[in-house]
């Protein structure tokens, strides 16, 4: 079993800042994938920022430039530093990773972590 704990999440006015953490633990043998998705009400989920092993990153084009992916591997935590937050950023924010387990039952598996909301409002 592989779990994904996100954490940072709040209420910011715009123009502001917020860093969000999510930190994956169980039956890791690597993760090769981490990063962040977003659903605002009534919106379908949009891809945010991911972050590869190797460092490799890309974000949403409405995020770049305010929106910063960073990974400590040690501790299989991926980060994302958001600033000069808008009132569209307002959505919840789901953790995602690729993680090769150290089951070979469950070998390679896609897993979400439960969300976190953010609120950019003045």
């Known amino acids: 079993q592989v779990q994904l704990v996100e954490s940072g999440g709040g209420l910011v006015q715009p123009g502001g800042s917020l860093r969000l953490s999510c930190a994956a633990s169980?039956?890791?043998?690597?993760?090769?994938?981490m990063g962040w998705y977003r659903q605002a009400p009534g919106k379908e989920r949009e891809s945010v920022a991911h972050?590869?092993?190797?460092?490799?990153?890309n974000y949403a084009d409405s995020v770049k430039g305010r929106f910063t992916i960073s990974m400590d591997n040690a501790k299989n935590t991926v980060y994302l530093q958001m600033n000069s937050l808008k009132p569209e950023d307002t959505a919840v924010y789901y953790c995602?990773?690729?993680?090769?387990?150290?089951?070979?039952?469950?070998?390679?598996?896609?897993?979400w972590g439960q969300g976190t909301q953010v609120t950019v409002s003045s």
């Open positions: 972050i590869t092993i190797s460092g490799a990153t």
């Open positions: 169980g039956s890791i043998f690597r993760v090769n994938v």
């Open positions: 995602d990773a690729v993680i090769t387990t150290s089951s070979q039952a469950l070998g390679t598996i896609r897993t």
